[in-house]
């Protein structure tokens, strides 16, 4: 246990230097434990959302995969991480959660090994999204909560579960990234 955490703080050191520019060297592993990074998604705006299948907001994989599939041939991915923090509302195992996803929701976009987005065992990303050094820093506050991301790995925007996914804040938000080039 000890070891874990000293390894995740290591970890997170560093890539904090890089994290202030980009989240893409941060590694993550799908929901089929394929270990990749943030960085396979490098020129693409990302919606990165924190998910659950039992939760009052479990509608909202309807609306995400809506606008992954209206926006993604202009370069969004939505990019699901579950998450079993809030309430124990996604218990299943990563097998049980694709199958919920793509049986209920018809879901396409990527999704990912479940993780923690707060507290001592939080993943380095959700560190890097709403840590000390975001631009939107605080504790994740309930499930389908969302952070839109440049092509560049930079966050823009947080939004929190109330935010459906194809509400006008939200759609803007995404339009208003897709229409900026890449800086690098």
Request: glycine content about 8%; proline content about 5%; some cysteine.
């Amino acid at each position: 246990m000890k070891t874990h955490a000293l390894l995740s703080v290591f970890t997170l050191l560093l890539t904090m230097n890089t994290l202030a520019q980009s989240i893409d060297p941060i590694t993550v592993k799908d929901i089929d434990q394929k270990e990749t990074t943030l960085g396979a998604y490098k020129g693409k705006v990302r919606l990165v959302v924190n998910v659950a299948s039992k939760c009052g907001y479990t509608k909202q994989y309807s609306g995400l995969e809506a606008i992954f599939e209206k926006y993604k041939n202009q370069g969004l991915v939505v990019l699901g991480f579950p998450c079993n923090q809030f309430g124990g509302q996604e218990p299943g195992t990563n097998e049980e959660i694709k199958q919920f996803c793509s049986a209920k929701f018809k879901v396409t976009f990527p999704m990912f090994d479940k993780i923690e987005v707060n507290g001592a065992h939080r993943h380095p990303l959700y560190a890097a999204l709403a840590g000390k050094e975001s631009p939107y820093p605080g504790d994740i506050k309930w499930n389908f909560t969302k952070f839109l991301i440049d092509r560049d790995g930079k966050i823009l925007h947080r939004f929190e579960s109330a935010a459906a996914p194809e509400s006008a804040e939200v759609i803007a938000a995404i339009e208003t990234a897709l229409m900026a080039a890449p800086k690098q």
